[in-house]
């Protein structure tokens, strides 16, 4: 028998190992999924600032360039949550806030679940006086379980804390849980700019939530502009947060969620039948923030997080085919 010959079956040739390597490269760069940041109209990815939440907390950078800058937020959680940016007066950290301000609001929250709901506003009143120097400078808007946002706002240098105050079903804020973290803007400023808007909305305390623009389907970047801002009943400004409803979900249930200050506002879970996209959290008068998602056919609404937000002309629905 002639050794030297072989069966053709298993016969390797280098060159077809070479396509098959090849091959099975390209094969698993088409399987990989696209990274969501990429795919923004917004900002390039190395833009952006990420932040992420898998359970109770923020993992973002403990600091950012000041300006504009476009925050990337993905909330892998199965909470619903927003995040907030408070400007603090010179001086006042995180420290303060765990120790002077999140047992108050808690305790005063625990009153009104509790039914002692005057009791449990005066409570309030034992907020120090510092607090009501803290600035609200705009956020990402509800988002919901496994979903991200994206939100671009101007910020100032400074000392800043990022907070969510969603609640448990016990009634605990998500900020006693965990959900604070300080954030410094340097002085150096990011040197981006303001996304192009496709939709111009506006928001006040006289007109409540205004737009003139059509709202297509597809990916959409929506301004906010602040005509004025005020604090409402439940201690915080106006907002725009974005809801995909469904078509039997109520939206009296909604409004009611939405306000922290009921006993059963802002409470997980949140309601069946809402999908939260995001939006742009409180910012000062004269103010603008963008926000971007990208709309398929639905229900949606706009709605700020105040007490009996539609009486206010602070919730406007719209609908795409």
């Not at 389907?217 to 906010?224: C, E, L, P």
């Amino acid at each position: 028998m002639n050794t030297s010959i072989r069966n053709p079956r298993f016969y390797f040739n280098p060159l077809i190992g070479i396509l098959l390597l090849i091959l099975l490269t390209v094969s698993c760069d088409l399987s990989k999924k696209p990274d969501k940041p990429e795919e923004s109209v917004v900002a390039e990815k190395d833009t952006l600032v990420r932040i992420v939440t898998n359970s109770m907390d923020f993992q973002c950078p403990d600091t950012i360039e000041s300006g504009w800058n476009t925050f990337y937020y993905d909330n892998r959680s199965s909470e619903t949550h927003f995040f907030l940016l408070d400007k603090y007066p010179e001086g006042k950290t995180i420290l303060d806030t765990e120790e002077s301000i999140l047992p108050v609001f808690q305790k005063g929250m625990d009153l009104i679940t509790q039914g002692k709901s005057e009791e449990g506003f005066a409570a309030f009143n034992e907020l120090p006086e510092w607090f009501f120097k803290v600035v609200f400078v705009g956020g990402s808007g509800l988002l919901s379980p496994k979903s991200s946002s994206v939100t671009t706002l101007k910020l100032d240098p400074g000392y800043y804390v990022m907070e969510c105050y969603v609640k448990m079903p016990n009634g605990a804020f998500h900020g006693s849980m965990g959900m604070t973290k300080e954030i410094i803007v340097s002085d150096k400023d990011s040197g981006h700019k303001p996304p192009q808007a496709k939709v111009n909305l506006t928001i006040s305390s006289t007109e409540g939530i205004v737009f003139t623009d059509s709202i297509s389907r597809g990916n959409q970047i929506f301004s906010v502009h602040f005509k004025d801002q005020i604090t409402h009943e439940n201690f915080v400004g106006h907002d725009v947060n974005l809801v995909k409803y469904d078509t039997d979900a109520s939206l009296e249930v909604l409004q009611s969620w939405i306000n922290w200050a009921d006993p059963k506002g802002l409470i997980s879970p949140a309601p069946e039948g809402f999908t939260f996209m995001g939006g742009v959290n409180d910012l000062p008068a004269g103010s603008t923030g963008y926000f971007e998602v990208d709309l398929g056919p639905g229900n949606y609404a706009f709605i700020s997080e105040v007490p009996n937000a539609g009486s206010k002309n602070l919730l406007k629905t719209f609908s795409i085919q």
